[in-house]
């Protein structure tokens, strides 16, 4: 990438998580993280250098057991310690050279979609929140999700789901599935738009270094994760930008979701999961540009009260 950026470190959890910083001209300053196990450049490098040469200083991040942060074992998804990594990286991005801790953003897609619900419910204080193509929803995404898989193919993930969990317990390193796979095999998604993915965020294999597989154990929490149920506490403006034919995170959980907030907006793109990175990209963003300069730069926003509350 031409942007100039570099590599910064935060500590969560007595882990220390790797993120790109690109210093900003503007005040503002939006921390970036990708869906389920995508790693921070796949995820976020055409987003953050789109918002970078509008001004904005990015944060972009890695979770923990992901990419280049630390924490074992990996390849695993935890929802409160993906939670806690957001947190921890807000108040990072606070204290970077020349940015604004009235002016923060947050934006994640797909499963860190879902976790901008609960991270702007827990941070009114922050400018604004964008969530693009959201898992508001993991128990209507997987019932979305089992149309597009065989039955046999269904049980044997659930039953290594539960495998690897008790594993877990006893300290037994991952069992691993991949990302994404055609329907009978045993992958976290088998949906068609679901495995758009390697061609939407690593063309050409752009990213070889992207393990594109997932710690099975890590299945159960995400389907039964509902953070947009936390939408009605989203005291921030809120932007989701849903796709019509998402196969993966279905539209309408989020938009239920954005029409609970406060300050709500919905933007809509024709396409599925990945639209944002087809053809709907410069609609995206576009949309997500408009709304940073709306919250960030031009709107003399209230301060709010308290900084955090228990997500």
């Not at 990438?1 to 900003?24: H, L």
């Not at 929140?129 to 898989?149: E, K, M, W």
């Not at 930008?241 to 919905?266: H, I, K, L, N, S």
Request: hydrophobic share 40%; aromatic share 8%; glycine share 12%.
């Amino acid at each position: 990438m031409s942007t100039k950026r570099k590599k910064v470190r935060f500590t969560s959890g007595g882990v220390e998580c790797a993120a790109w910083y690109y210093p900003g001209t503007n005040g503002g300053c939006v921390v970036m993280a990708g869906g389920g196990a995508v790693t921070k450049e796949p995820a976020t490098d055409r987003f953050a250098k789109r918002f970078n040469e509008a001004g904005f200083a990015v944060l972009a991040f890695d979770y923990r057991h992901l990419g280049e942060s630390g924490g074992e074992p990996r390849q695993v998804v935890r929802i409160d310690e993906g939670l806690a990594d957001w947190q921890a990286a807000i108040e990072f991005a606070a204290g970077l050279p020349n940015v604004d801790p009235a002016r923060l953003a947050i934006w994640g897609f797909s499963l860190s979609g879902g976790h901008i619900f609960r991270v702007a419910a827990a941070n009114p204080r922050l400018a604004g929140a964008i969530a693009q193509t959201p898992n508001a929803d993991g128990l209507v995404a997987s019932r979305s999700a089992s149309r597009h898989q065989k039955p046999l193919a269904m049980m044997r993930l659930t039953g290594r789901s539960i495998l690897d969990t008790v594993g877990g317990l006893l300290g037994r390193p991952p069992m691993l599935v991949p990302l994404a796979g055609a329907p009978g095999t045993v992958s976290m998604l088998t949906t068609p738009d679901g495995r758009d993915g390697d061609r939407a965020l690593n063309p050409g294999n752009k990213y070889p270094e992207w393990q594109q597989e997932i710690a099975a154990r890590s299945v159960i929490s995400i389907v039964l994760y509902r953070p947009g149920r936390a939408a009605g506490r989203v005291r921030s403006p809120l932007l989701a930008v849903v796709a019509d034919q998402d196969q993966t995170a279905p539209p309408e959980p989020a938009v239920r979701a954005a029409r609970r907030a406060p300050r709500g907006e919905v933007v809509r793109l024709q396409g599925g999961h990945y639209a944002p990175f087809f053809d709907g990209h410069e609609q995206a963003v576009e949309a997500e540009l408009s709304f940073l300069r709306r919250h960030l730069l031009d709107s003399a926003d209230v301060l709010y009260p308290s900084l955090t509350e228990g997500c």
